[in-house]
């Protein structure tokens, strides 16, 4: 334990420990520059070995009276605990407690997404380890970053699959860049709901910089590998939400939460709402209409869950897709590249990009980075069609002009 000033170099920012200040203020050792002693007397400690087996160091800016420090360090020597010294402060598991409250009051105002709310839970739950017992006032931008690199180089997350009402967990995977910004973003999150609270004066994760992602899945099927997934689908609702989804280029949650009134069939098209609000009409394929015609249904879903009447089935229930694609033969392909399989198609075939993000709901400029190659090898062949069709021209204008030389003059 000590009591201490910090003495700190306005130019290069190097800090050094200072037990005794001394006038005049030494230049730096560093670089030379001007140096300049804290306000307050801090007090550092070195806590015993808690139930982890680490020892946790305290460091605190006590008050600017040395007397005071040193009497916060007595305390401290006679075995107090650092919070009722210093104050409880607030800890960051109170803070995510309290966050995630929030956020489950703003779900039941219709205000915030229940999955968003999810999805701060299952990440702050992986940050809290590293955080825990730390006062929020204390987190620093360092300290995100530092976050931040070891979950990218030692981050695992764990696969929870449900069966029934169970869940269970399998082995754990790498984390991705995409599942580090994530938490890095729930961070940010519960950081600025605390400062609309007046808990903290500044955000920490704000300057936080993100990873580089790489999301970007290339797997499409053939139109053998759909007819061979299609005959492996032999329940109902697996093969009609396979067919909706090539079809329409739907999503999972959108194809099973797909209800009849959405399907007007006399004007031969889907109109439902998406992701934040948006509304798409999607043209009925032959194909499509046939399948939704022989399974007709006056209300409600139209993949309705089998354990409950009435209501959809759930985004990460398991419908049977992955058997059915291990059946087939198809290997490495998640139902939501189905959604990719349709864009890949539709825009081989017909060369139109605008078309395709009016049916998705999505920016024409997304779609014409995440799909240029297509569009090239479009314009490749719409040029040999072009070029193609040159030379019979060419030839039957020859031949007209050979007939138009050759032709006997007539009588003067």
């Excluded at 402060?89 to 779900?107: D, H, I, N, Q």
């Excluded at 029934?164 to 967990?169: R, S, V």
């Excluded at 920490?204 to 797997?219: D, T, Y």
Aim: aromatic share 8%.
């Amino acid at each position: 334990m000590s009591v201490f000033k910090r003495l700190e170099c306005r130019v290069c920012k190097h800090r050094q420990q200072v037990t005794e200040p001394v006038r005049p203020v030494p230049a730096c050792p560093r670089c030379g520059g001007e140096r300049r002693y804290s306000e307050k007397w801090f007090v550092k400690v070195l806590m015993p070995q808690e139930a982890d087996g680490r020892h946790r160091e305290v460091v605190k800016a006590v008050s600017t009276e040395r007397n005071e420090a040193e009497k916060a360090e007595a305390r401290l020597k006679r075995g107090e605990r650092p919070e009722s010294v210093f104050g409880a402060g607030f800890p960051f598991e109170r803070a995510v407690s309290k966050f995630l409250e929030e956020c489950r009051k703003r779900v039941s105002q219709g205000v915030l997404d229940a999955k968003t709310t999810a999805g701060y839970r299952s990440r702050l739950n992986s940050v809290l380890p590293h955080f825990r017992g730390r006062d929020v006032r204390q987190i620093t931008r360092k300290m995100v970053e530092v976050y931040r690199d070891d979950r990218m180089r030692n981050g695992h997350r764990r696969i929870v699959k449900r069966v029934g009402d169970e869940l269970k967990f399998q082995d754990s995977t790498p984390l991705t860049h995409a599942g580090v910004n994530r938490e890095v973003s729930a961070i940010r999150a519960m950081f600025s709901y605390l400062v609309r609270e007046g808990v903290v004066k500044a955000n920490p994760a704000l300057g936080v910089g993100m990873l580089k992602e790489n999301n970007r899945r290339e797997r499409c099927l053939s139109e053998e590998e759909i007819e061979r997934l299609l005959s492996q689908c032999h329940s109902r609702h697996l093969r009609l939400a396979v067919l909706i989804a090539l079809n329409t280029g739907l999503c999972r949650k959108g194809c099973v939460s797909l209800r009849w009134e959405e399907i007007d069939f006399k004007g031969n098209e889907i109109r439902k709402v998406v992701d934040r609000g948006k509304e798409v009409r999607i043209p009925l394929t032959r194909k499509l209409r046939v399948a939704l015609l022989e399974n007709p249904g006056i209300s409600g879903y139209v993949i309705p869950s089998t354990k409950r009447p009435g209501e959809p089935f759930r985004v990460d229930a398991n419908i049977g897709f992955e058997t059915a694609c291990r059946r087939a033969g198809i290997e490495d392909f998640r139902f939501h590249d189905l959604r990719h399989t349709f864009c890949t198609w539709f825009i081989t075939r017909t060369g139109d990009i605008r078309t395709c993000a009016l049916i998705l709901g999505l920016s024409t400029a997304y779609m014409a980075a995440r799909y240029s190659h297509l569009i090239d090898e479009h314009a490749q062949n719409q040029m040999k069609k072009f070029e193609g069709t040159r030379q019979p021209i060419r030839e039957f204008a020859l031949k007209l002009w050979q007939r138009f030389v050759s032709r006997p003059s007539l009588p003067a």
